[in-house]
């Protein structure tokens, strides 16, 4: 297969009115700028391109992100957080909507899609946060297992009491959108 493959800044591609369709999945919430992101990617597609993708919504992990946020709030863990920024943004569909729309999209679509995840137990659930979830919190304890131990045991704690026990509260956020047929 001759497909290139090129590794790139999605608010600098380099590319410019090149591509029909632009699909993305669970990437654009870790893009901070929106506005940015979505100018970005409305400058590659060609008249009538469009934009097919979903990432983490507005509600998106709530529930665990509260604990998290007070977890590192918390006198044993404040220091270690000190300066902290989160890696997510996670936007409600009308946000999208409206900076999709001033980067220049035509027709626009955008919904919210409630995605609750259950894990089977405990270890499944601490793998799966430790690994896929909180990978930017967890480098903070780099040179710190104990803590890092705690602070995960903290968290499987508080979901070991949930009504719904070990799940994940995920919100997709949904966007089709087009460029119009016509780009000045």
Same mark, same amino acid.
């Given at each position: 297969?001759?497909?290139?493959?090129?590794?790139?800044?999605?608010?600098?591609?380099?590319?410019?009115?090149?591509?029909?369709?632009?699909?993305?999945?669970?990437?654009?919430?870790?893009?901070?700028?929106?506005?940015?992101?979505?100018?970005?990617?409305?400058?590659?597609?060609? #008249?009538?391109?469009? !934009?097919? @993708?979903?990432?983490?919504?507005?509600?998106?992990? *709530?529930?665990?992100? %509260? &604990? +998290?946020?007070?977890?590192?709030?918390?006198?044993?863990?404040?220091?270690?957080?000190?300066?902290?920024?989160? #890696?997510?943004?996670? !936007?409600? @569909?009308?946000?999208?909507?409206?900076?999709?729309? *001033?980067?220049?999209? %035509? &027709? +626009?679509?955008?919904?919210?899609?409630?995605?609750?995840?259950?894990?089977?137990?405990?270890?499944?659930?601490?793998?799966?946060?430790?690994?896929?979830?909180?990978?930017?919190?967890?480098?903070?304890?780099?040179?710190?297992?104990?803590?890092?131990?705690?602070?995960?045991?903290?968290?499987?704690?508080?979901?070991?009491?949930?009504?719904?026990?070990?799940?994940?509260?995920?919100?997709?956020?949904?966007?089709?959108?087009?460029?119009?047929?016509?780009?000045?």
């Amino acid at each position: 297969d001759d497909t290139p493959v090129v590794a790139a800044d999605l608010l600098a591609m380099p590319y410019r009115r090149a591509f029909d369709v632009l699909f993305s999945t669970a990437t654009f919430h870790w893009v901070l700028d929106s506005e940015a992101l979505y100018r970005s990617i409305a400058g590659v597609l060609r #008249p009538g391109g469009r !934009l097919h @993708a979903q990432c983490g919504g507005a509600g998106n992990l *709530a529930r665990l992100y %509260a &604990r +998290v946020h007070a977890l590192t709030a918390a006198p044993n863990y404040a220091a270690r957080f000190a300066g902290w920024s989160d #890696p997510w943004v996670f !936007l409600s @569909a009308e946000e999208s909507e409206r900076h999709l729309r *001033a980067a220049g999209f %035509a &027709r +626009v679509r955008t919904w919210l899609e409630p995605e609750p995840t259950p894990f089977q137990d405990r270890d499944s659930y601490r793998v799966f946060i430790e690994r896929v979830v909180l990978g930017a919190w967890m480098a903070r304890f780099t040179g710190a297992p104990g803590e890092a131990s705690a602070f995960l045991d903290t968290l499987c704690d508080a979901a070991a009491n949930d009504d719904q026990r070990f799940h994940l509260d995920y919100v997709r956020l949904n966007i089709e959108a087009s460029m119009p047929q016509e780009v000045a």
